[in-house]
């Protein structure tokens, strides 16, 4: 094997390990960029025309998300966000509001 592929394999290797490690923060972190609007953890200001996120059903949620993303669902900047997100963290993000209490 030549030394700069072994280099390269053991470096991959390495990294490997940390990959797999998730941050326990993550959701939290990702969500959290929801409370301008929607209010700590989900929790919307009564009155201020936001929906509460805080304790909905993941599915439902995520399905407004995907239809923000996708222009299904018009808005003056729910589309544009949701478009910064990948799949995968609309799905932590939908799970963490589920997981909040009403």
């Known amino acids: ?8 394999a053991c470096g991959l290797l390495a990294t490997a390990g ?6 326990p923060n993550l959701a939290r972190s990702l969500a ?14 009564p009155g ?9 059903d993941k599915a439902r949620t995520l399905a407004k998300l995907a239809d923000f993303k996708n222009g299904n669902k018009p808005a003056t900047i729910m589309h544009q966000i949701a478009k910064g997100y990948s799949d995968e963290q609309l799905e932590l993000i939908a799970a ?7």
Do not use: I, R, W
Not at 36 to 44: I, K, Q
Not at 96 to 102: E, I, L, N
């Open 1 to 8: 094997m030549k030394p700069s592929t072994l280099l390269v």
């Open 18 to 23: 940390t990959a797999g490690a998730a941050d």
């Open 32 to 45: 959290a960029t929801c409370a301008n609007c929607h209010g700590t953890n989900g929790h919307a200001v």
């Open 48 to 56: 201020a025309g936001m929906d509460a996120l805080a304790g909905e």
């Open 96 to 102: 963490y509001f589920a997981a909040q209490k009403k």
